[in-house]
């Protein structure tokens, strides 16, 4: 039983037993940091206002598990990915629902742009 659950919550586990829709075409930021303007017209999650040091390398979008602040992993799109000024790796995230998420990099496990099964 304790093998079963700790299963349950790997980003693997989670990763088969979701309906991953396809990655958006639109909607998202890559290469350059978000501008307000970006956050506004909902391209980006959030914008550090030409306060960060510029954009991650990672692949926008992806699909992605974050784990939440009470451990619960839940399915997320990867939509921006952000380097702050204090050298945090922050990304924005989009749940599947549909609502926006703001997290730190070592709280996403990325899965890649092919839809995972």
């Not at 586990?13 to 990655?23: D, F, G, K, N």
């Not at 550090?48 to 926008?60: A, D, R």
Request: charged share 20%.
């Amino acid at each position: 039983m304790a093998m079963a659950l700790c299963l349950a919550a790997t980003p693997a586990v989670v990763a088969a037993e979701t309906q991953w829709p396809e990655l958006p075409a639109t909607g998202f930021i890559r290469g350059r940091p978000a501008t307000v303007q970006d956050a506004r017209e909902g391209s980006a999650v959030f914008s550090m206002n030409g306060g960060g040091k510029g954009p991650l390398t990672s692949e926008i979008p992806q699909y992605a598990v974050w784990t939440d602040e009470h451990g619960v992993k839940r399915p997320a799109i990867l939509v921006q990915a952000e380097r702050a000024q204090d050298g945090a790796e922050m990304v924005g995230l989009r749940s599947l629902a549909g609502s926006e998420i703001v997290a730190t990099m070592p709280e996403v496990t990325l899965l890649g742009t092919r839809k995972p099964h």
